[in-house]
């Protein structure tokens, strides 16, 4: 069972940067393609990026686009790099890997 967490997220003007990170553990966790989603509220869960382990497949939702970054820290980790962050940013974003999901963690950003 592949279990994952995040960290990182937290309260953050308009403008400004986070960079959330995603950790995996368990013996049946391979670095295939991990990806992060977000849920805000009243919404369902959106896709925001994801990539495979070496990077020949990386996909971004149109909305963060040219602000964001996944990256693949080392062979059971990957972050999400946030930048000019907006108010329709806040959300709580999750970790994904297959069928398991972290706990998620929650990113607010003020106008």
């Known amino acids: 069972q592949v279990m994952l967490v995040e960290s990182g997220g937290g309260l953050v003007q308009t403008g400004g940067s986070l960079k959330l990170s995603c950790t995996a553990s368990g013996r049946s966790f391979s670095w295939y393609a991990m990806a992060w989603f977000r849920q805000a509220p009243g919404k369902e869960r959106e896709f925001v990026a994801g990539?495979?382990?070496?990077?020949?497949?990386i996909d971004y939702a149109d909305s963060v686009k040219g602000r964001f970054d996944i990256s693949r820290d080392d062979a059971n980790s990957v972050s999400l790099q946030m930048n000019s962050l907006k108010p329709e940013d806040t959300a709580v974003y999750y970790c994904n890997h297959k069928t398991a999901w972290g706990q998620g963690t929650q990113v607010t950003v003020s106008s």
């Open positions: 990539r495979d382990w070496n990077g020949e497949t």
